[in-house]
């Protein structure tokens, strides 16, 4: 029974480790999704404002 509670141990730990690490890469992924999420609707705001401009060229 000890030999089966150290490989449990072991286990739990590695498990754990892996949920932290998972964690991690979760937070890191979040933060840079908002970036391009920022960085999308920027451009999307300029394209926005060429094609005011290129109307205003158009009627006069």
Do not use: T, Y
Not at 2 to 26: C, G, H, T, W, Y
Not at 43 to 57: P, S, V, Y
């Amino acid at each position: 029974a000890p030999v089966i509670m150290m490989s449990q141990n072991r286990q739990d730990a590695k498990d754990r480790l892996r949920s932290e690490l998972d964690f991690d890469v979760n937070r890191r992924s979040e933060s840079e999704i908002q970036g391009l999420a920022r960085k999308l609707n920027l451009l999307g705001d300029k394209l926005g404002d060429l094609e005011d401009l290129l109307r205003q060229k158009a009627v006069g």
